[in-house]
Nanobody
């Protein structure tokens, strides 16, 4: 059973950087569709990026604008989200999510597609 855990959140000033980590896919890592989401207070959960670890395919949301980069360490079965030039509007709880890869639906950042979620890690960007 997949149990995800995020880490790496914290408080940073505007323009700062953070790297979030997600572990827990274990044996399911190679057949996973994984994603990073975030949810700010009073807002809906928002997809940031998806990654298919087996092939390294990624798909970013438009708002990312090159500031966020997803990467993976296959030996450690870990997915990372590196965030740079952070803005106050990036303040949110960030979640890692997993589902088994399928072609239908495709690996997309649709919250309802994902069956396993981490507990989230808080990111606060202060001006």
């Amino acid at each position: 059973q997949v149990q995800l855990m995020e880490s790496g959140g914290g408080s940073v000033p505007v323009g700062g950087s953070l790297r979030l980590s997600c572990v827990g896919a274990e044996d399911r890592y190679r057949t996973a569709c994984m994603a990073w989401f975030r949810q700010a207070p009073g807002k809906e959960r928002e997809g940031i990026v998806t990654v298919i670890p087996a092939v390294g395919t990624t798909d970013y949301a438009d708002f990312v604008g090159g500031r966020f980069t997803v990467s993976q360490n296959n030996a450690e079965k870990t997915v990372y989200l590196e965030m740079k030039r952070l803005k106050p509007e990036d303040t949110a709880i960030y979640y890692c999510a997993y589902r088994e890869f399928t072609f239908t639906p495709p690996c997309r950042a649709q919250p309802s597609d994902f069956s396993v979620w981490g507990q989230g890690t808080q990111v606060t960007v202060s001006s």
